[in-house]
């Protein structure tokens, strides 16, 4: 190495797998990287990309971790004596307290916890607490969070989430203006679409899958705009005739 | 001793299969070919066919596993009653179960344990068809579908093995050189780290001979790495082309 000369290993947007070597010297490891010996690699696998001096690489293939104040979408698995457990697709199952979703002190003589969420009722939650020691509480005691009663559920991977939100959500709310939809983006990869009609959530659906598949390409957000205006027209169109 | 001689390597130095001292025998791999598993990954080794398929992180099952300060890595490693000449009991024998702690001890090293307590990984490995050197084998095909399920590694895993045939140094023996050869080193190595997670000899080699067959199979991992990366890149490039 000559004078402050910093060797990466990568180029931008290049696939890497788990174990290649990305940087050395004086380069921060950002997500999915580690460091050993002074020397940046990759561990999982994904896009390489360098900030500054951090280099980060995009997953294309990871799980959710659960952090303490995220929106979640999660599935009630089971009814317990005081809470339910919630399956929020993480290596953890969550818990939801009785008392939290009651509003006032729990009594196991007076209330009958299946009649206000049983096994296979969706809610949108928050993580209210979470660390190494324990399986994370969720909350629903905020507007907003709570049972879903409409709606469509897709699923998609955790790692594209911030790309459906867009830059300061530059994406979600063009997509909700558009399609006049509500949507609801669970960090663990599930979002909820409420629409005023099956076409309006169907188009909202068809553009997120979309976003999903090309997560990686530039310009994605002025390209969906303008797939979205075509489609509205064609409907627009057909209900002229 | 002489008849075995003869028998194996011939006279300008090639084995009974038609390869060189040095020669790898054809390996294919792929990745993704399980719908069902969050990872897996399809290894032929010569005549070997092993499917490996990996789970989680998610809950342990049993409970009793779970470790409070870190995540738990438990492996499978099962011969199907087909996969040898002569039928072979589906219920696990003392070499299944004494491979199937071989194979996550040497893939451990690899996995940020530390990272998710309280989970497991599961990994499950079925031979179809056995040829001599499956355990290396499927530690390859195991560290694919783990890093197929999305759990980050410090680096893939390769397993390759060398090991002495009548008087040389060969690399990765079959089946027939394993059994009537002198000696067998299975190697798992890193190679991005430089490091290996596993070292066994079966057999009688001299240090020489010995530290020979060592860096033997580690320059053999070495070309399986290479493939296990394109396997790997292969699968999610397919994805990338599809959406340009």
Redesign the interface.
């Known amino acids: 190495m000559i004078g402050d000369f910093m060797p990466t290993f990568f180029e931008k947007k290049q696939l890497v797998t788990p174990g290649e070597l990305l940087a050395e010297g004086d380069y921060l490891p950002g997500e999915n990287t580690y460091v050993e010996a002074g020397k940046i690699y990759a561990s999982r696998i994904g896009l390489v990309d360098s900030e500054n001096k951090k280099v980060n690489v995009v997953a294309l293939r990871a799980f959710y971790v659960p952090k303490m104040g995220d929106i979640i979408i999660g599935t009630v698995t089971e009814v317990g004596f005081n809470g339910w457990t919630v399956n929020i697709k993480a290596p953890y199952t969550a818990m939801l307290r009785a008392s939290d979703v009651l509003a006032r002190p729990f009594k196991p003589q007076n209330d009958e916890l299946s009649q206000v969420l049983t096994a296979g009722d969706l809610i949108v939650a928050k993580i209210a607490s979470f660390d190494r020691a324990h399986d994370p509480q969720l909350t629903v005691g905020e507007p907003g969070l709570g049972k879903i009663t409409r709606g469509q559920i897709l699923h998609v991977t955790p790692t594209k989430i911030p790309r459906i939100i867009g830059r300061k959500g530059s994406m979600i709310s063009m997509i909700k203006q558009e399609t006049n939809c509500q949507i609801i983006l669970g960090l663990n990869g599930v979002i909820l679409v409420t629409g005023k009609n099956l076409e309006d959530e169907e188009l909202a659906i068809f553009v997120i899958r979309k976003i999903e598949e090309e997560s990686h390409t530039s310009g994605l957000t002025d390209r969906i705009t303008q797939l979205l205006k075509e489609k509205k027209q064609v409907k627009v169109e057909e209900k002229v005739e | 001793m002489n008849e075995k001689q003869e028998k194996l390597i011939d006279k300008k130095g090639i084995r009974l299969d038609g390869r060189k001292a040095d020669e790898l025998r054809p390996v294919k791999l792929q990745v993704g070919v399980l719908g069902n598993a969050?990872?897996s990954a399809y290894i032929e080794h010569g005549k070997n066919k092993i499917l490996a398929a990996a789970f989680?992180?998610?809950?342990v099952h049993p409970k009793h596993l779970m470790q409070?300060?870190r995540m738990v890595l438990k492996v499978r490693y099962h011969m199907a009653p087909f996969s040898v000449q002569e039928r072979k009991s589906p219920a696990p024998s003392r070499r299944e179960v004494e491979l199937s702690k071989v194979i996550k001890e040497s893939l451990e090293p690899?996995l940020?344990l530390e990272l998710?307590?309280?989970?497991g990984v599961d990994v499950y490995v079925e031979v179809l068809q056995a040829d001599g050197g499956t355990r290396c084998a499927a530690i390859t095909a195991a560290a694919l579908a783990i890093?197929?399920?999305?759990?980050?590694?410090?680096?893939?895993v390769v397993g390759c093995a060398a090991g002495k045939v009548d008087d040389t140094v060969v690399l990765d023996l079959y089946d027939a050189e394993d059994k009537l050869g002198v000696a067998d080193v299975p190697v798992a190595y890193?190679?991005?780290?430089n490091a290996i997670t596993l070292l066994q000899m079966d057999g009688i080699l001299d240090p020489e001979e010995f530290e020979k067959a060592v860096n033997m199979a580690m320059e053999g991992c070495k070309k399986i790495y290479e493939m296990q990366?394109e396997a790997?890149?292969t699968k999610?490039?397919v994805?990338?082309e599809?959406?340009?």
């Open positions: 969050d990872g989680g992180p998610r809950e409070a300060d690899a940020f998710y307590p309280r989970t890093a197929d399920a999305g759990v980050p590694m410090r680096d893939l890193m190679p991005s780290l990366k790997l890149k999610y490039m994805v990338k599809v959406e340009e």
